[in-house]
DNA sequence: TCAAAAATAGGGCAGATGTCGTATTCTTTA
DNA sequence: TAAAGAATACGACATCTGCCCTATTTTTGA
């Protein structure tokens, strides 16, 4: 099998480092263009609708590898895109997922692991270089597909409430009675009977638990 | 490096193939014991403190992997746990994954495709088979992400950010240095740390920036 | 290979917290 | 209207927490 690959990447000797890797592969890995920003990949796009795969950097003039990815993926839906960057913070691996990239590899992957993630990716699975699933995976863990735990009759008053929005933000009783206007006895009291109700003896337990059954 | 290996697998062809894919690097990766199912698995491992990683099956008698996964990375949250089967669909792995686990392999892996896996697990990042990454990022897609903070250089180190991970169970010094195998002065040593980062200044605000920052 | 960072460990202190009491006043509602 | 719940308030005590200090060993990165 042969594959038709781009990349679009702004730095020419970052680029000039993948064309040197992919160019170990030739007879599977066929390099065909390099776009300097987002723009001019998808300019490019049009008039060479035969490109398999994009190496795609985030950082680009002009049209980023985010935007870019979204508008190739709805223009040309068959084109698989695998991020190359340095940056693996979340903010840039989600918006790239959420975008439609099939891969996320870091700049300083091996030609291997540059061939094997192509490779997969054309066989119709994804890519990730194990920091990235990782935080991916963390993502996942915290997203919204959560099992609220519905109400086991678990009733707090206003004031309670009120008192628990407080605590969740770490302040402390002698702050909390201040805003509240009343004796910081009395919101140790509050905060005694809020454990109660909730069955628990700290905070934080209380805060988690609170958020667990949308008391907060 | 040298790693300690459980399996729990309940069909013990299937564990025999694991053990002997393991054998092939048994320099760095030493099977220790097999369990035959999550309640065997979990009693092994109260008697056997120096497990690193285990090959978790998903489907076995008594105890499921997940629920297993659940359970162990509460009580040894050090432990790493790969899931290794042959379910690959959605509700399995979306379960895997929000139960702590490390990565998800199928059953046809090779001997250097497990070997590959764990070492990336060890490592502190996760493992995925192309496949599995695929369905990982479709979930990740149309999953809903609640708004976060961009990363302002907050960089905690492995260790705080287990420590941090038990700080937002709720759990004291104390009861976290158990569970981490070290003195609870290290632990408060570990806080003092978190707190200068994060630049808060108690627990709850410490968990409540970490989630902001999707720290944790 | 050498310096920096991370992980480990302990001491001390002031103040915060969790958990008991007890008690008065005001609302809600059966 | 009487009882129950909510909100208020104070005291006491052991423990936990946040913050300061120092110090050694291990790991990492340049």
């Known amino acids: 099998m042969n594959y038709k690959i781009a990349i679009a ?16 592969f030739k007879e599977e890995l066929q390099y065909l263009f390099r776009a300097r920003d987002g723009k001019e990949l998808v300019e490019k796009l049009e008039n ?3 490109i398999d795969l994009i190496l795609m950097d985030i950082k680009m003039p002009n049209m980023n590898g985010i935007e870019a990815t979204q508008i190739i993926k709805k223009r040309f839906p068959t084109i698989k895109i695998v991020m ?3 940056f693996d913070d979340d903010e840039n691996i989600l918006q790239s997922i959420q975008s439609g990239a099939n ?4 700049k300083e992957a091996t030609a291997d692991e540059l061939h094997k993630g192509i490779l997969d990716v054309m066989k119709g699975g994804a890519t990730m270089t194990p920091s990235i699933a990782m935080k991916a995976l963390k993502i996942l863990q915290t997203a919204e597909v959560p099992q609220y735990v519905e109400n086991e009759n678990i009733k707090l008053s206003k004031r309670e409430k009120e008192v ?3 605590l969740s933000k770490g302040l402390g009783y002698q702050v909390i009675a201040e805003k509240l206007f009343v004796s910081p006895s009395t919101i140790r009291k509050h905060i005694e009977n809020i454990y109660r109700k ?9 805060v988690e638990k609170a958020r667990k059954h949308r008391l907060l």
């Open 9 to 24: 990447e702004d730095n020419t000797f970052l680029a000039n480092a993948l064309i040197e890797k992919l160019s170990f």
């Open 48 to 50: 060479n609708q035969e």
């Open 84 to 86: 190359i960057t340095v």
């Open 103 to 106: 891969g996320y590899l870091l």
């Open 164 to 166: 628990l929005e407080q």
């Open 198 to 206: 909730l069955q628990v003896h700290n905070k934080i337990e209380a």
